[in-house]
């Protein structure tokens, strides 16, 4: 387990945050399809935090995308580096994420996050903030649909709505990964397009509402925060 330090001139305030926002949104990569579907390797990431303890603890799990077998996992923990502020909670998960990411023995290929890339307010969640940092082709997928509507989409698993703002602009899409289940909600983050990102978000959801990759970062965070807080 790595342990992680605020890195220094990390955002303090809001406003320092939101610039930072704005100058890497520029950034981002949206021309390109990405890795396609069942191929390579796929890399969930999530965080647990313990809020009273002020620590947060990030997993990063490799799995081979056509198999979906655990092929490496590493984690990292360290102060949480922000307040919440709904819009800026990449804020506080990215200095751990990146140590997680760091960690791992092999590339990781697409970067699954748990959250929101271009479906977020200001166009730039953690998985399109994750990606400009590291290069990497990342797509976010969401319990939650933030702040844009959408129609329900059809009943059958692979059935699809967009993920509106402001009326008419897709920032995501409302994909049914089970039959008759509430959907997930899946977004861009960069290097990807959004027709792959969906198609990704079924290859990882065989079984359950949840992509594999995000149930398995979400165990192991959670176990490391554990670890870390029963120590203290």
Same mark, same amino acid.
């Given at each position: 387990?790595?342990?992680?330090?605020?890195?220094?001139?990390? !955002?303090?305030?809001?406003?320092?945050?939101?610039?930072?926002? +704005?100058?890497?949104?520029?950034?981002?990569?949206?021309?390109?399809?990405?890795?396609? !579907? =069942?191929? =390579?390797?796929?890399?969930?990431?999530? &965080?647990?935090?313990?809020?009273?303890?002020?620590?947060?603890?990030?997993?990063?799990?490799?799995? +081979?995308?056509?198999?979906? +077998?655990?092929?490496?996992?590493?984690?990292?923990?360290?102060?949480?580096?922000?307040?919440?502020?709904?819009?800026?909670?990449?804020?506080?998960?990215? !200095?751990?994420?990146?140590?997680?990411?760091d960690?791992?023995?092999?590339?990781?290929?697409?970067? &699954?996050?748990?959250?929101?890339?271009?479906?977020?307010?200001?166009?730039?969640?953690?998985?399109?903030?994750?990606?400009?940092?590291?290069?990497?082709?990342?797509? =976010?997928?969401?319990?939650n649909?933030?702040?844009?509507?959408?129609? +329900?989409?059809?009943a059958? *698993?692979?059935?699809?709505?967009p993920?509106?703002?402001?009326?008419?602009?897709? &920032?995501?899409?409302?994909?049914?990964? *089970?039959?008759?289940?509430?959907? &997930?909600?899946?977004?861009?983050?960069?290097?990807?397009?959004?027709?792959?990102?969906?198609?990704?978000?079924?290859a990882?959801?065989?079984?359950?509402?949840?992509?594999?990759?995000?149930?398995?970062?979400?165990?192991?965070?959670?176990?490391?925060?554990?670890?870390?807080?029963? *120590?203290?």
């Amino acid at each position: 387990m790595t342990t992680v330090n605020i890195p220094a001139a990390w !955002p303090a305030t809001e406003e320092e945050a939101r610039a930072v926002q +704005d100058g890497l949104r520029a950034r981002v990569v949206l021309g390109e399809t990405g890795p396609p !579907p =069942g191929t =390579g390797r796929v890399t969930g990431v999530d &965080v647990a935090y313990d809020d009273e303890r002020d620590v947060v603890a990030a997993a990063a799990v490799v799995l +081979d995308a056509a198999s979906l +077998d655990v092929v490496a996992e590493a984690t990292a923990v360290g102060r949480i580096s922000f307040p919440y502020v709904p819009g800026l909670l990449a804020f506080r998960e990215i !200095p751990t994420v990146l140590a997680a990411l760091d960690a791992l023995p092999c590339e990781p290929g697409l970067v &699954v996050c748990d959250g929101y890339g271009l479906a977020h307010p200001r166009r730039f969640g953690l998985a399109s903030h994750l990606g400009v940092l590291t290069g990497l082709p990342t797509i =976010g997928v969401a319990k939650n649909p933030f702040a844009f509507t959408y129609a +329900d989409p059809a009943a059958a *698993r692979g059935s699809a709505a967009p993920l509106l703002a402001d009326g008419d602009e897709e &920032v995501g899409r409302a994909l049914r990964t *089970r039959a008759g289940v509430k959907p &997930v909600f899946v977004s861009v983050g960069h290097r990807v397009d959004l027709d792959n990102a969906c198609a990704h978000t079924l290859a990882l959801t065989p079984r359950f509402r949840l992509p594999e990759s995000t149930r398995r970062a979400d165990a192991l965070c959670r176990r490391a925060l554990q670890e870390v807080t029963t *120590r203290h």
